[in-house]
C-alpha cells in the first residue's frame, strides 16, 4: 500500500512516558493534600479513558471526595513537563526509522495528539537532537479541537491541514481508545501498544507491533 502520510497519535508513540506521567500524577496529589497513590496496578486501570482530569474525577468519585480535578491535572502537566525538560527520554523502537523513511520517500507525517501544547512542547524538547519538530508536516493539540479521543476530531483536523484522503493514510496507536479515534475516522490503524497497555486485543487494528518498521509499508 502507497500511502501520502503517517499519523503519530500521541506522545507516547514517540516515547515512553507512562511511568514519568504517574510519578508526576502522584506528586501532584501530594503537594494537593491527597492521600493518594496511583501505583502500577491502579493506573493501567484508570488507563481505559482518555484524559488525565476524567481520570483524576473518577477516581476521586470512587473515593468520595471533591476535589478540583482540572486543577490538579493542570499541576499534574506542570511537573510532567518539569521532569521531561530536565531528562532526555528515548524514542520507542522504530519510530526514528520510520520517520527517516517518511522523510526519504516523501511521506507527510503527523502528530495527531489531542494532549496539551505544554505537553507536546516537552517532549519535543525531551527528545531534541533525535526526533525534531520540523520532522512533521503537522503537530495536533487539544486546542485545536472541542472534543478529545476518542471522537475522531483531532484525526478529521489532520486529514483536513495535510489535504488527503483517510485511506491514503496509516495512524500509529499507543492505547485502544485512541485507537478508536483513528478507526472513527476511517483511518487504518496500527496498534504500538505502550507499557500498560501489552494486555489490550486493540480491536480492529491493522496491525499489532510491539517495534516499528518500514516494513508496515508492506502490509
Known amino acids: 500500500m502507497s500511502y501520502k502520510a503517517v499519523l503519530f497519535g500521541s506522545i507516547g508513540t514517540l ?16 503537594i494537593s493534600g491527597l492521600d493518594w497513590f496511583w501505583d502500577e496496578d491502579i493506573y493501567r486501570k484508570l488507563l ?10 473518577d477516581y476521586a468519585k470512587d473515593t468520595s471526595i471533591e476535589i478540583d480535578g482540572k486543577k490538579i491535572r493542570n499541576l499534574k502537566t506542570k511537573i510532567f513537563n518539569e521532569y521531561l525538560n530536565k531528562h532526555k527520554v528515548e524514542p520507542r523502537d522504530g519510530v526514528k526509522e520510520i520517520i527517516q523513511f517518511c522523510k526519504k520517500n516523501k511521506i507527510k507525517i503527523g502528530l495527531a495528539s489531542s494532549t496539551t ?36 476530531d483531532i484525526y478529521n483536523y489532520a486529514l483536513k491541514y495535510l489535504n488527503i484522503n483517510s485511506e491514503e493514510c496509516v495512524a500509529i496507536e499507543d492505547t485502544e481508545e485512541s485507537l478508536n479515534s483513528a478507526l472513527s475516522a476511517d483511518i487504518k490503524c496500527i496498534a504500538f501498544p505502550g ?25
Open 15 to 30: 516515547a515512553e512516558t507512562s511511568d514519568l506521567q504517574r510519578d508526576a500524577f502522584n506528586e501532584a496529589f501530594k
Open 48 to 57: 481505559s479513558k482518555s484524559g488525565g482530569t476524567t481520570r483524576i474525577n
Open 117 to 152: 501544547s505544554n505537553n507536546i512542547n516537552s517532549i519535543f524538547n525531551s527528545l531534541r537532537g533525535r526526533i525534531e519538530k520540523k520532522d512533521f508536516d503537522f503537530i495536533g493539540n487539544n486546542e485545536f479541537i472541542l472534543r478529545e479521543k476518542p471522537y475522531p
Open 195 to 219: 507499557k500498560y497497555h501489552t494486555q489490550y486485543e486493540f480491536d480492529g487494528n491493522y496491525l499489532k507491533v510491539n517495534k516499528l518498521s518500514k516494513k508496515i509499508f508492506n502490509k
